[in-house]
């Protein structure tokens, strides 16, 4: 059966308006597609009418509101327009919990209503990330449950986001998507779909559970990649050899089909996906009775770092002669990553809760983090501004470098803080010649193995 009208203009329903969705659904709607959004959280589509975007994504905020005013684009509670689109994406969030467990809370609600609305003929496509085995066994079952049959009466395919947050807009413009069909019909549909609406490559995988592990196996990738880079980092330490150039280096060498690819050593792995996603895949390993190895040890080693950075910031206080009950310090970048302001598992709270159980008296700052999120997440209220959070500080502790913070100027910096004052980067991955700058206005500087 046919899962995709040949019509000249597509419509698609996006059940879940988070950072994911609400992405899928702009770029959809610049296309030319008349998209319906549809979440059961009131505040984010009351928001959204408003004209105002709660992530931080460069250009979201624009691309919905100038889809909403001109019509492409409607967001509701209500699933009832579901059953006049052609196709239905499927981007709720579907959190883990210990050791890869899904959370089935939200997959599971929009799947039972689903279920009520969807139509004989319609393309279901589940862009959630998934364990293994979770679409076939969980989703198609739900959606079963109102009547229609898969592979019959609707189609279904898994396409999983595989997007950075700060540049989904475009990843989502330029990156190939996975498809893996239930069936042959569905996944020729899908990847039709995907290339009329979006004009990138499509990659078409055997099953279900082949898209859903291309997404998994990324993140396992990065995951391990970072812990690599992350204990090459402490190794280089104990030479006083700067591991971006040991990186740039070893990266230089032909491998496979590219080159060796170290990644960036930092304080720590956060996010929504790369703390889970490994997880996922052991969760399911483990419960077929293999044990895979590489993954506790990627997220021992990626956990570790807050600890360790916060030692680091410790010993530079005592190099300073300054001891933690003395000092302040100013953490700069609450967010997982740079250019982000998403708090999710961030690995600057565990540095930030370290640092206060030793005493220092520590100031929170980052400009593109909500403060209310911000005092929710770290227990105190973040400073109004960069002034208030470094006046005083014995060290700067840049654990976030976003575009606000590159245009610093560090002789004005130099005279809010404290006359000896250590810049530990976290993840700022300055130059040489912002380290001899620091240097020359009178910071100590310290890097993770720089």
Known sequence: MRFLPDAEELTAAVVGLGYVGSCVAAVLAESGMNV????????????????????????LPELIAGNLAAGRLRVTTD??????????????GTPAGDRGVLVETQIRAACDELSK????????????????????????????????????????????????????????????????????????????????????EVIVVGSLEAAEMVKLADNWWIDHNIALANELAKVCALFEVDVLNVIAAANTIAKGSGNVNIL???????????????????????????????????????????HYTAGLIVDELAKLGKKP?????????????NNTGDLRATPTLPVVTALR??????????????????????????????????????????????REFEAVD???????VAPSCAVVDGRAYYPRKTIDRLRELGFAYRGIGR
């Open 357 to 402: 159980e030793a005493g220092a008296e520590v100031a929170v700052f980052d400009p593109l983090v909500n403060a209310d999120e911000a005092e929710k997440t770290f227990g105190m209220r973040m400073a109004a501004s960069l002034d208030e959070a470094v006046s005083g500080a014995d060290c700067l502790a840049v654990l976030a470098l976003h």
């Open 264 to 306: 960036l050593p930092s304080v720590g792995v956060g996010g929504s996906c790369l703390t889970k996603d490994p997880w996922m895949v052991w969760r399911t390993a483990h419960e077929r009775n293999v044990d895979l190895h590489t993954i506790p040890a990627a997220r021992e080693v990626n956990d570790s770092m807050p």
């Open 36 to 59: 319906i959004g549809v979440d059961t959280d009131h505040t984010l589509i009351d928001e959204l009418e408003a004209g105002h975007c709660r992530f931080s994504e460069a250009g």
């Open 79 to 92: 699933y009832e327009g579901v059953s006049g689109a052609d196709v239905v994406v499927v981007a709720v």
């Open 410 to 416: 560090l002789a004005a910096l130099k005279e809010r």
């Open 117 to 200: 609305h969807i139509r004989a003929g319609q393309l279901v496509i589940v862009k959630s990330t998934m364990p293994p085995g979770r679409t076939r066994d969980l989703v198609i079952p739900l959606l079963e449950g109102g009547g229609l049959v898969c592979g019959r009466d609707f189609g279904l395919a898994t396409c999983p986001e595989r997007l950075s947050e700060g540049v989904a807009l475009s990843e989502l413009r330029t990156f190939p998507i996975v498809v893996g069909g239930w069936c042959e019909d569905s996944g020729t549909a899908a990847a039709a779909f995907w290339r009329r609406a979006v004009g990138v």
């Open 325 to 337: 009950g003395e000092a302040k310090v100013a953490v700069l970048g609450l967010a997982f990553k």
